[in-house]
Nanobody, 117 residues
Framework: QVQLVESGGGLVQAGGSLRLSCAAS????????MGWYRQTPGKQRELVAG???????NYAETVKGRFTISRDNAKNTVYLQMDNLKPEDAAVYYC???????????WGQGTQVTVSS
């Protein structure tokens, strides 16, 4: 079955860095667009960064210049490098794998990021 397993979350001080990883199994990873989303209590899940199967990236305005998404198709893993973290970046971060043309979407279980001021 399909599994997306996030790791790398934790507690960091404002201005610090974290690197999230999402390891995928059960899918042909190189064919999937991958994304990182985040959600805080009472708010909708929002896109943070995405990377297509061809490597094209996009970012939420709030994280541009601070976060970098990348993928390693040999390792079936997508990464989110988060630098200069701010308290407002605190959330549960979720990994998503999608092939829009197939109508397929898969989500990970989430990893908590806490940023202290």
């Amino acid at each position: 079955q399909v599994q997306l397993v996030e790791s790398g979350g934790g507690l960091v001080q404002a201005g610090g860095s974290l690197r999230l990883s999402c390891a995928a199994s059960g899918i042909i990873f190189r064919l999937y667009d991958m994304g990182w989303y985040r959600q805080t209590p009472g708010k909708q899940r929002e896109l943070v960064a995405g990377i297509t199967s061809s490597g094209r990236t996009n970012y939420a305005e709030t994280v541009k210049g601070r976060f970098t998404i990348s993928r390693d198709n040999a390792k079936n893993t997508v990464y989110l490098q988060m630098d200069n973290l701010k308290p407002e970046d605190a959330a549960v971060y979720y990994c998503k794998a999608a092939v829009p043309a197939w109508g397929q979407n898969y989500w990970g279980q989430g990893t908590q990021v806490t940023v202290s001021s």
